[in-house]
């Protein structure tokens, strides 16, 4: 179920256009929002990297109370708001344009919890850049490919690669590989998204020593000597990488510290 909301949406935006717009995904757990903050100022990080005008009245209290409100009036205990802002069609240029949002809430599961097992495989044909908008979420005609080549292939997701040929992300988010006791994850540099929900993941594991954390620069063939993968989407949740190519992996690890994580947040 999806609820979708906005404020003076018209089709003839610059979002519908051009694809000018940014997204940011926050969180609702237990009818509350989780991680506010950090998605606020990714929001914000976001806006000025695709130099939009923030309006003055964008303040956290702001976002606050307009989701407090809706997801009050729609009963909706766990969920994730996508959320997006837009540069409008007002006859300005792009540099002087207002801004304008349209959000929809999608009821899912507990956030922090692990969804339904995935099946990857890499793609080749095409690769994801490096730049400074690499890290945020905007169009991305390379993730629309994946997207159907992953629904050709009975897949659940792809891997994709940067130029030098070594991983960037999947198509819905960042992953996870868990070796040992260490923890690499794909450096932004290398064109991995900058995830609220996984910084505070990966802080978590860092702060409680469960395991040693490794921002790195990985090669395809090093994914097949991972003990367990997550893939960690802002958009869809938590998900457990059951099969690459012909390796399957487990995912006993992940469950114990997602166990632990949820702990965080009933304080």
Partial sequence: MTIFTSENFQIYNRSFLFGDAVRVSFFIRNSELIMAEESYFFLMASMRKMRMNIPLTYTLEFFQKLFLEKIEEMKILDGIILFSVYRNSDQKTPQKSDVSY?????????????????????????????????????HCPENIYAEIYAEENDLDDIILLNPEKRIARSIFGNLLFLEGEILKTPKTSEGAYISPLMENFITFIH?????????????PFESQKADEILMISDEKGIFPVEKIRNKTFESRRFSEILERWHLEFEI
């Fill in 207 to 219: 702060k409680n020593n469960l395991a040693e954390i490794e921002p790195s620069e990985i090669l």
């Fill in 102 to 138: 349209f959000f929809e809430i999608k009821i899912n599961d507990d956030i922090l919890s692990l969804q339904r097992p995935i099946k990857l495989d890499l793609i080749k044909e095409i690769n994801v850049n490096t730049n400074i908008l690499s890290n945020i979420r905007v």
